[in-house]
């Protein structure tokens, strides 16, 4: 994959493995849709999440986050009447950092150094943790709310293990983008058993979560 990538900015943190619909509604956004249809190939693109932003005039002025996730396009839904996507089914592949911005064109193009994906002291150990609160967290989303967070099988793998985790906890962009950052598999983990104690505290205190649409089943490993 190249380490030159034009850039969507999203308002969510998309994972490795992982397929999400993700609505495309701003003027960059389409125009890196519509040169990446026109010039055929792989349909990769970079996914950064975003910090804050404001619109002025066609252009969108934004706050991002330095490090993402490169993206393969496997469905576009255009509207009727409208010659610009709505929406594009991403699946996430590799992490990078940004090393640099080229906003002259139409849209920004990234720059980016690819990220290792290193398993950390104690992954195996770590998941075993991590999974048995895990199962607490969506028993306790399912109890709360409908549909609830409804389990299929779980990967043996960690990495995509922390992953799928990762985008099925409901949390903030904040927290999604520091378990994207994470340097290992391990700590990623943790830092999800950590998360994961203070979701089941605030269920336990105040049962009530955001009105935040995650199914499980829109999201599966790749």
């Not at 709505?86 to 720059?111: C, I, Q």
């Amino acid at each position: 994959m190249d380490s030159r990538l034009p850039l969507l900015t999203v308002d969510t943190v998309i994972f490795p493995g992982l397929v999400l619909p993700i609505p495309i509604t701003d003027v960059q956004g389409r125009s890196v849709i519509r040169d990446l249809v026109e010039n055929g190939g792989e349909m990769a693109c970079g996914a950064v999440a975003v910090r804050d932003g404001y619109e002025l005039g066609d252009r969108v002025f934004r706050s991002l986050y330095g490090t993402g996730c490169a993206a393969t396009i496997s469905e576009i839904t255009l509207e009727a009447g409208d010659d610009g996507p709505v929406e594009v089914t991403l699946t996430g592949n590799r992490r990078f950092k940004v090393d640099s911005l080229d906003s002259t064109g139409d849209y920004l193009v990234a720059d980016v150094e690819w990220l290792p994906e290193e398993l950390g002291d104690d992954p195996l150990g770590t998941a075993t943790i991590a999974i048995a609160r895990f199962r607490r967290y969506a028993a306790a989303v399912t109890e709360i709310s409908s549909p609830g967070l409804h389990l299929g099988p779980l990967p043996d793998d960690p990495s995509t293990l922390s992953y799928l985790m990762s985008a099925a906890t409901t949390l903030l962009t904040p927290e999604r983008q520091k378990l994207l950052e994470a340097p290992d598999t391990t700590t990623r983990l943790a830092q999800l058993v950590g998360l994961l104690d203070t979701e089941l505290a605030a269920i336990a205190a105040l049962p009530s979560l955001p009105d935040t649409d995650l199914p499980w089943s829109s999201m599966h490993p790749n």
